[in-house]
């Protein structure tokens, strides 16, 4: 098919990962449907800034996705406006430490909603139309979704269930759609030093001793998407071999 015609669905898309996905995708001559649920500045932004290289390419759509019913809503939306779905690439995540003693109902829910739930649901509703334009699920996952990460168990089983979701998902939907995951190491500065963000840590922790970027994470999603057609079911670590010193 012309690349023109292709349509990816971005969630948690207005800034850092995602932004950096949906720009490149852009690029490869997508139309996209990008979801944010806070970033409302950010993502007016980015759309004014791809509508100017192509203009009729984005459609913003803002959603809480703890909110059920807007899943499947994202999905029609978007095949509503465009007439199709190629690709979903399950982005969006909330992630903060839920430490044992402390952790509530709440933050379970939350994490949950945002690594596993919304991915499931978002990929059920997209089904349909991915089958019928033979496309590819991408869900960024977490290197800690293998190997725990103190402080964090509630994210760390969200992020597990969203891998052995990639998993069930690809026997479910192939040969269809391939699905496939990112295990993402550090790849933006932070101030949290277990995740080797701290220069003294890159050096140590991550076997090329240097940190990584967006554009490491977006290169795997290109390839996913339109790089290798016989790839499905899959994890794969982009981290520079931090995954080796856990």
């Known amino acids: 098919m012309p690349e023109s015609n292709r349509v990816a669905l971005i969630t948690g898309s207005a800034k850092r990962v995602g932004a950096a996905i949906a720009r490149a995708l852009h690029a490869d001559g997508y139309r996209l449907a990008l979801h944010y649920r806070h970033s409302g500045e950010q993502m007016q932004a980015l759309a004014e800034e791809l509508e100017q290289q192509r203009k009729g390419s984005v459609l913003t759509l803002h959603a809480d996705l703890a909110e059920f019913d807007r899943l499947p809503e994202l999905v029609a939306r978007t095949v509503g406006h465009y007439g199709r779905l190629d690709a979903?690439?399950?982005?969006?995540?909330?992630?903060?430490?839920?430490?044992?003693?402390?952790?509530?109902?709440?933050?379970?829910?939350?994490?949950?909603?945002?690594?596993?739930?919304?991915?499931?649901?978002?990929?059920?509703?997209?089904?349909?139309?991915?089958?019928?334009?033979?496309?590819?699920?991408?869900?960024?996952?977490?290197?800690?979704?293998?190997?725990?990460?103190?402080?964090?168990?509630?994210?760390?089983?969200?992020?597990?269930?969203?891998?052995?979701?990639?998993?069930?998902?690809?026997?479910?939907?192939?040969?269809?759609?391939?699905?496939?995951?990112i295990a993402p190491g550090n790849v933006l500065w932070s101030e949290n030093p277990i995740k080797a963000e701290t220069l003294e840590l890159v050096h140590s922790r991550t076997a090329l001793k240097r940190q990584g970027s967006p554009e490491d994470i977006v290169s795997a999603v290109r390839w996913l998407l339109d790089g290798n057609g016989y790839v499905t079911g899959q994890l794969i670590a982009v981290d520079g071999g931090r995954s080796l010193f856990i």
């Not at 939350?110 to 139309?129: G, I, T, V």
Request: with cysteine; net charge positive.
């Open 88 to 181: 979903l690439v399950n982005n969006a995540s909330a992630y903060y430490a839920t430490p044992i003693g402390q952790a509530t109902p709440q933050q379970w829910d939350e994490l949950f909603a945002s690594n596993a739930r919304a991915p499931f649901f978002l990929a059920q509703a997209a089904a349909p139309h991915l089958k019928a334009s033979h496309g590819a699920i991408v869900n960024i996952a977490d290197i800690y979704a293998q190997r725990p990460l103190a402080g964090h168990t509630i994210y760390c089983m969200a992020k597990a269930a969203l891998v052995m979701m990639t998993q069930s998902l690809a026997r479910e939907l192939g040969p269809e759609v391939r699905v496939n995951a």
